[in-house]
């Protein structure tokens, strides 16, 4: 049935009701009635463990199978260790490249085709490359995961590299490169601007993180054969991991992933890995300018790495943190950014946390005059929640917020193989689900301002604004140093 | 499962096969009636520790009169204006902090208020949900900021939206009832007449326990939820029956048709409605199945037939709008300027026509069956307050909750023998009206 409707109402208007409506046949309490508090909970449920099979091939492909019936479903994640993070300067953004050129097409669809196959299953299959990995995902009614297995198998295994295609889209990538270069150079930004992409690379210098778009350096490298080469480097069993989540017999689902091509994939030799190069985390703030001349508003970007192999308390302390200071609607960044002093209609924080570094983002989008002032307050607030402990109703209101998203989080089937794939994927301990809300939970107000002392950005922000640098300029250049590339 | 599927090809002749082959989900459902008269479904679902609250009014935009449309909508912003013991914006505040979150929905039959939060939380929801039956808040400041809001919303959702218009003219074109020819929005003009008072009087005619129906699904404990339900809806006192709307249509027996210009819309559109089957009847799944097989986006027959090669057509949708009352199957596409409408329309029917003289194969209707069935399941039954508002749904508009679950299998049931019958019950010339939409640089005579 369609619904016709409309929705998505969500009050966020503030305001003291003074007269109140009667309305008869309803109990209306006298207006100096005393308001009643909310009940209070019941014993918290703990999250059910999921049956799961775990075997690793004789090709070193780890294979984990979560039964998971709630809807006649099955839902299938392949991560392959060939991520942003195997990139370097020389290579930067070949994930993505590489990707590009498999979803182009495989050796027996192209990509109608291979659409409409996925359609016959009830479901999907859908490519693309991230951080840490690359990550092929599919889903279907489930009854067909043998089909939806060999979807999957198609499309990363049997891709077929058409020399002309990537002939054409290796000159358009360095066509891009050098465009980019040009409007950096003549200081002419559109409103495409990639500022998130800005921000990564401020932040991350000459780390695998920062390359978040061609450079000269990759375009004078890039050929066919390079594509290639990374292709064949990096696309391999060992050290991949393919989870399948759903309404299925995980037994007789590891029958069939063992007849299948995923089986016979050929192990190959892991490539060396590259040298990190970590990001800088001096003590000053950098500012980095778009110009976008006459733009009436602005778009800023701040943000600074969090060094990797912090400790799982920390890691929870962090999110906490993060929560209370912009995570969500009510947090201390919108109460005031946007519903006191009304600098800009939304402004929210973000933590990423990835395998290599972590990332702690705050956005903003304000009128141009009011740009300087909101970085300005933005900086004050955080160094404000670094200096004076959160208090205990923020510190509850985040941990209920944060064990609800979560929840929520494994009720879709697809976004529960998500926090799967993670876990078995990075190897994180059996309890890394299960345990989320007794972790978050156990964060106390001298974690939160630990971490927000020891993580968050003041004093050492990259701060990428996209904006009309005349008019920005003065007042960016009181909150740190401008920057260029 | 190639045993049941062989089982099932053999016995094919007498039992469909298809409700063999495909697995529908289920969970229980009691029903229960409070003595104030409020309807109570609960439907438990221990996978996982959370909730699904839905409070379900039986009032929509079909119970506006004229001069006071869009109220029903508006209303609904009020609701979350406060309470005796929640302030202006408390619920928002209270369901964030608690890990949930909320929505409000207004359609045609009935107006959703919908919450989702951990398990335990189950009495904050519940005591939220009922705060207001018993005890909403206005006053004159928030009435009027919530009316600038409202139509705030129309002028971003609607008149500002290319196409947009087309959907309030369809409306008024293919129903004849002032009840069912407007959207919930309502006009401009009957949003700036309504008052205070108005307000007073709606609350009391609609918004009372026995014209609603609540709807709790995942993990708890019966006697448990028995008890809170009590313990918070239980005083409530009941209302008087609300007033009986009107809704019935005479049967269309000629085709309408009329043309707008949309100064928004680069290029132009055809809308299209025909009348359909509702929420109670037989021919709903099987003619939803048919829009889907026939006018899907990527669908193999009319989105790759009509102008094959030659992208004729840049958009298309489908849908049933079935509600208790008067219903329609709805269809859009928004093609090239240079193809002339009266071609698009003819082909359509062909579309149409092809579907009641040949027989679709039953490999078609699987994977038709099959992806739809998907996608409601993504969409409707994994997150606990779609099911609870499904529920709600077929609680007051079907008349029995267990037929919410019970709807799947007859979806994975339908026949191509099916979808061919209501092609030709349905799918008549004469029981169409059809929507020109003319594009802003788009001139009279290039159209026919």
């Not at chain 1, 991230?130 to 295994?157: F, H, N, P, W």
Request: proline share 5%.
């Amino acid at each position: 049935m369609r619904r016709q409707k409309i929705a998505g109402f969500r009050a966020l208007m503030m305001g003291a009701a003074t007269l109140f409506l009667s309305a008869s046949g309803h109990a209306l309490p006298p207006e100096d009635a005393v308001p009643s508090p909310p009940p209070a909970d019941l014993a918290v449920h703990p999250v059910p463990t999921l049956v799961t099979v775990r075997e690793t091939l004789p090709n070193g492909l780890r294979v984990v199978i979560c039964k998971n019936s709630r809807v006649p479903l099955v839902t299938a994640a392949l991560g392959i260790p060939a991520g942003q993070s195997m990139t370097d300067s020389k290579s930067a953004t070949m994930e993505d490249i590489v990707e590009t050129l498999i979803n182009q097409r495989s050796k027996k669809y192209d990509n109608k085709e291979f659409a409409a196959a996925s359609k016959k299953i009830g479901g999907s299959v859908s490519f693309s490359a991230r951080k840490d990995y690359a990550i092929v995902q599919g889903d279907a009614i489930a009854s067909k995961t043998s089909d939806l297995l060999g979807l999957m198998a198609e499309r990363v295994l049997r891709p077929k590299f058409d020399p002309k295609i990537m002939e054409a889209y290796v000159s358009q990538l360095k066509g891009r490169a050098e465009m980019i270069a040009e409007a950096l150079k003549a200081g002419v930004i559109d409103e495409k601007f990639d500022t998130q992409g800005r921000l990564m690379r401020a932040i991350y210098g000459k780390h695998p993180y920062a390359f978040t778009e061609v450079n000269d350096e990759t375009a004078k490298n890039l050929t066919v054969d390079t594509v290639l080469d990374f292709y064949e480097k990096h696309y391999r069993p060992n050290g991949s991991l393919l989870l399948v989540v759903g309404d299925v017999d995980p037994v007789q689902t590891l029958s069939q992933i063992k007849a299948s091509s995923f089986a016979t994939w050929k192990r190959i030799t892991p490539p060396v890995q590259k040298t990190i190069v970590n990001p800088s985390y001096e003590l000053f703030n950098r500012v980095f300018v778009a110009n976008r001349e006459k733009s009436v508003s602005a778009k800023v970007s701040l943000g600074n790495a969090i060094p990797k192999g912090i400790s799982e308390r920390d890691m929870s302390a962090i999110e906490v943190a993060n929560a209370i200071i912009g995570g969500k609607i009510d947090s201390r960044l919108f109460n005031v950014i946007r519903e006191k002093l009304g600098y800009a209609y939304s402004v929210s924080s973000s933590v990423s946390l990835d395998e290599l570094a972590s990332t702690f983002t705050i956005r903003v989008e304000s009128r141009t005059s009011v740009t300087g002032k909101a970085i300005k307050r933005i900086l004050a607030e955080v160094k404000e929640f670094q200096d004076k402990p959160a208090t205990a109703e923020e510190l509850s209101a985040a941990k209920n917020y944060l064990g609800g998203k979560f929840l929520k989080s494994l009720s879709a089937q697809s976004t529960l193989a998500s926090e799967l794939f993670e876990l078995e994927y990075f190897n994180h301990s059996a309890n890394w689900l299960t345990g989320y809300r007794d972790r978050i939970n156990a964060v106390t107000l001298e974690d939160v301002q630990r971490a927000a002392k020891k993580y968050l950005l003041p004093g050492r922000a990259a701060i990428v604004v996209q904006g009309d640098e005349g008019k920005l300029s003065e007042e960016l250049a009181e909150i740190g140093t401008i920057q260029t590339d | 499962m190639r045993f049941l599927a062989f089982f099932a090809a053999a016995f094919a002749l007498s039992v469909p096969m298809v409700s063999f082959a495909q697995k529908t989900p289920k969970f229980p459902v009691e029903k229960y009636t409070l003595e104030n008269g409020l309807q109570v479904v609960l439907s438990q679902d221990k996978t996982l520790p959370i909730v699904g609250v839905v409070v379900a009014y039986h009032v929509g935009s079909r119970n506006e009169v004229k001069t006071r449309t869009g109220f029903a909508h508006l209303f609904e912003h009020l609701m979350f204006q406060g309470s005796a013991n929640v302030p202006k914006a408390g619920h928002f505040k209270f369901i964030e902090n608690a890990g949930g979150e909320f929505q409000g929905t207004t359609r045609s039959e009935i107006t959703t208020y919908e919450d989702q939060v951990p398990a335990e939380k189950l009495p904050l929801a519940l005591w939220l949900e009922a705060d207001r039956m018993k005890s909403l808040a206005v006053n004159a400041t928030n009435f009027k900021n919530q009316k600038d809001v409202v139509k705030e919303e129309k002028r971003l959702r609607l008149d500002n939206v290319a196409y947009a218009l087309a959907n309030a003219k369809l409306q008024s074109l293919s129903y004849t009832n002032f009840s069912n020819q407007h959207l919930p929005i309502g006009s401009m003009e009957d949003l700036d007449a309504v008052d205070l008072a108005y307000v007073q009087s709606f609350y009391k005619a609609y918004y009372k326990p026995n014209n609603a129906v609540l709807v709790v699904t995942g993990d708890f404990d019966i006697p448990v939820v028995k008890d809170l339900i009590i313990k918070h809806f239980g005083s409530i006192a009941k209302g008087e029956d609300p007033p009986k709307t009107d809704t019935t249509e005479p049967a269309q027996v000629k085709q309408r048709s009329a043309t707008v210009t949309d100064p928004f819309a680069t290029v132009p559109g055809i809308f299209m409605a025909w009348e359909a089957p509702g929420i109670k009847s037989p021919d709903m799944e099987p003619t939803e199945l048919l829009m889907q097989m026939v006018f899907a986006q990527d669908a193999k027959r009319a989105a790759a037939e009509i102008g094959a090669g030659e992208n004729w057509i840049l958009s298309i949708s489908a849908g049933l709008d079935a509600q208790t009352g008067p219903s329609r199957a709805l269809l859009s596409l928004i093609h090239r300027p240079d193809v002339k409408r009266k071609t698009l329309v003819d082909e359509v029917f062909v579309q149409l026509d092809r579907v009641k003289e040949e027989l679709p194969s039953k490999e078609e209707v699987e994977n038709v069956k099959r992806e739809f069935l998907a996608a409601k399941y993504r969409s409707d039954v994994e997150p606990l307050v779609q099911r609870a508002l499904g529920l709600a749904e077929y609680s007051l508009q079907y008349g029995d909750p267990s037929e919410y679950y019970k709807s799947f299998e007859r979806y994975a049931a339908v026949t191509p023998e099916q979808i061919q019958a209501v092609a030709k019950k349905y799918f008549k010339k004469e029981s169409s009206s059809i929507l020109y939409v003319r594009g802003k640089d788009q001139k009279e005579e290039d159209e026919e």
